[in-house]
């Protein structure tokens, strides 16, 4: 059979091939032409119909050609029907090792041999007896402005998943006896005989799950075990453990706090003890009381001294129009004035004399009075510091009677009635979701290094 290509004809029969009694396109343009020329004679006519007739017949041979040619080609076969390649078996068989065989072994292994797990949960939180609206403004202001400081609820997080909550559990519901009787049966869900504290530590990341929300501070525990008596042990065990652990940072907070009060009470005592002794020394050393009060006195004979001054100043005066010049009562006034004028300026010097036998204290008194007022400051001071530590102490003791932060549980720990665990379904299809993108990921490598060499 063979196919001629009917655009390679086209151009020929074109030219060659008219319908019978019909006049080709060239002869209607050549009769039209000799309308329009003068007659020719008939021989002339004769020779342009014969050149025609060559014209026409090689056409018609090269158009004949042109067929002989094309029917000699070889036909282009038609496409067969796809069949099965060996790198398409290839495929196959390595989807169904890579896929097929290890999912039904998944399967087989989840519902046959796994053994059924029972869930027991308890969700509580850490309470403080102040004002839990300041607090939690407080809080939301905290963590807005990231607060560094590690919360209660932090800590106790932290502990759950530490070693030391694991080997308190154990001890209570002995853990590494319940879940290694499953092996080497359920081996994947069990654990081993003869486990070390870090694998049991580790292992307990695989039955214990928490949820916690640093927000509000909510701590949620969920427990899985073989039998639900077992899982609510956990839970219970989980629960008391962290009661403990909120009253011992209870007690340490309470100590400190005792601690710290009393140091700071012996210190301000100290103080007081201190600045009292010093104004003592100032006392016994200056032979003065109260440097305000001795000047005051001092004032007040300089004062009654001024007055005496006076007074003599006038007597004399009424003496001197009454008497003559060497009258004895004149002599006697005067000397009375010279001697009071001489006392008031023993009185003044003795205010900033360092000689005692003036009646000075040997120091002067701007001096003195500057030293006991800062001895007076001191003393007031280390006074109100020493009232402010016993109340402080007192607080402390307050806070100390009555315990300040507890465990508040909003879920006790329950006990299951049926098993939920493993989720055979889930894990299941998140088995073969891998299995299957594993096995494509290494079908695209493979072709891909195949194609490339």
Known sequence: MTQTPPARLSGASA?????????????????????????????????????????????VAELEARIAEVEQRPAYPLARPASMKRRHWGLVASFVALVLVPLAAVIFYLWVVAEDQYASTAGFTVRSQESSGANDLLGGLA????????????????????????????????????????WPRDWAFGLWPEATVEDLTWYWQRI????????????????LAFDPDTAQAITQAVVRESQIRINALNEQARADAMRYAQADL??????LKAARLALTQFRTRTRIVDPEADIQGRMG????????LAEALIEYDLLRGT?????????????????????INIERQTFTSNNTDTGGVGEDYPSLIAEFERLTVDREYAEESYRAALTALEVAR??????????????????????????????AALAGLFLLLAWSIMALIYYSIRDRS
């Open 15 to 59: 030219d060659a091939e008219t319908a019978p009694g019909e006049t080709s396109q060239a002869e209607r343009d050549a009769e039209a032409t000799a309308a329009d020329r003068p007659k020719l004679t008939p021989a002339k006519q004769l020779k342009r119909v014969r050149a025609r007739a060559r014209k026409a017949e090689a056409a």
């Open 143 to 182: 963590q807005f402005a990231g607060n560094s400081t590690a919360s209660d609820s932090d800590i106790l997080y932290e502990f759950i998943q530490s070693q030391e909550m694991v080997e308190a559990v154990d001890g209570a519901v002995d853990l590494q006896g319940h879940y290694s009787a499953v």
């Open 208 to 223: 214990v799950g928490i949820s916690f929300d640093s927000g509000s501070g909510l701590i949620e525990v969920q427990a």
């Open 266 to 271: 012996d210190e301000a005592l100290e103080r």
């Open 301 to 308: 004979v300089m004062n009654n001294l001024q007055q005496q």
């Open 323 to 343: 008497v003559g010049e060497n009258d004895v009562r004149l002599k006697q006034a005067q000397q009375q004035i010279d001697v009071i004028r001489d006392r």
């Open 398 to 427: 307050d806070d100390a009677a009555r315990q300040s932060r507890y465990l508040a549980t909003y879920i006790n720990p329950t006990r299951a009635s049926e098993a939920e665990y493993p989720r055979r379904s889930v894990l």
